[in-house]
């Protein structure tokens, strides 16, 4: 891991640390919206309609969810991340949602927060079972794993190609000859 990278991503478990119980999943997500929405840039070709597609008002990818899906179905996360990501997402909405009153121990987040699958530290006596301690541990698990994923993703970036032959697409008149073996005809007659 690059020390800009650690350095950057232990500044922003001490903002974790600092957040409210509400604020927490709010901050948490949007880290991870932000590698979702980097990572689909850095995989889209480089054409104006890719911006539209994540940045405009009502965009068909502004949303988290959208993310998410897209990158899984694109193959550019996998299934675990995909998971976890959508656990996340439910309870970032829990805590955006609710009016006021919100903490981590209303029974829809810690059972949501209890089917998060990261990998759990070892020994000195983490509090394993608090759902906020968990969710805490399942965006750092995914920070690290989408940290450097647009990077990754670059190297297979998507490019402008040409899928049909200009020249076997065009209007040809029997007169100026027959089209070249191979090339699919369509037939059309002039009616009287």
Same mark, same amino acid.
């Given at each position: 891991?690059?020390? $800009?990278? =650690?350095?950057?991503?232990?500044?922003?478990? &001490?903002?974790?640390?600092?957040?409210?119980?509400? %604020?927490?999943?709010?901050?948490?997500?949007?880290?991870? &919206?932000?590698?979702?929405?980097?990572?689909?840039?850095?995989?889209?070709?480089?054409?104006?309609?890719?911006?539209?597609?994540?940045?405009?008002?009502?965009?068909?990818? %502004?949303?988290?969810? $959208?993310?998410?899906?897209?990158?899984? =179905?694109?193959?550019?996360?996998? &299934?675990?991340?995909?998971?976890?990501?959508?656990?996340?997402?439910?309870?970032?909405?829990?805590?955006?949602?609710?009016?006021?009153?919100?903490?981590?121990?209303?029974?829809?987040?810690?059972?949501?927060?209890?089917?998060?699958? $990261?990998?759990?530290?070892?020994?000195?006596?983490?509090?394993?079972?608090?759902?906020?301690?968990?969710?805490?541990?399942?965006?750092?698990?995914?920070?690290?794993?989408?940290?450097?994923?647009?990077?990754?993703?670059?190297?297979?970036?998507?490019?402008?190609?040409?899928?049909? &032959?200009? %020249?076997?697409?065009?209007?040809?008149?029997?007169?100026?000859?027959?089209?070249?073996? %191979?090339?699919?005809?369509?037939?059309?007659?002039?009616?009287?």
């Amino acid at each position: 891991m690059l020390l $800009s990278t =650690a350095q950057d991503l232990a500044q922003f478990v &001490d903002e974790l640390k600092r957040e409210t119980d509400r %604020g927490l999943p709010l901050v948490g997500a949007a880290l991870i &919206d932000d590698r979702l929405t980097a990572t689909l840039r850095a995989f889209f070709c480089e054409v104006p309609s890719s911006g539209k597609l994540l940045d405009e008002p009502n965009a068909p990818l %502004g949303t988290f969810s $959208s993310k998410a899906d897209a990158c899984y =179905a694109l193959g550019l996360i996998d &299934d675990f991340e995909y998971n976890e990501i959508a656990l996340v997402r439910k309870v970032r909405n829990e805590f955006a949602h609710a009016k006021h009153g919100m903490s981590f121990a209303a029974p829809r987040v810690q059972g949501l927060c209890s089917s998060l699958m $990261s990998d759990l530290p070892t020994g000195s006596n983490y509090p394993l079972q608090h759902p906020r301690f968990r969710f805490t541990n399942a965006v750092l698990c995914l920070a690290l794993r989408l940290y450097h994923r647009p990077d990754w993703v670059a190297l297979e970036r998507r490019g402008s190609k040409a899928w049909v &032959d200009p %020249g076997a697409i065009r209007w040809r008149s029997v007169e100026d000859g027959l089209p070249p073996p %191979g090339i699919p005809v369509m037939v059309m007659v002039k009616g009287e």
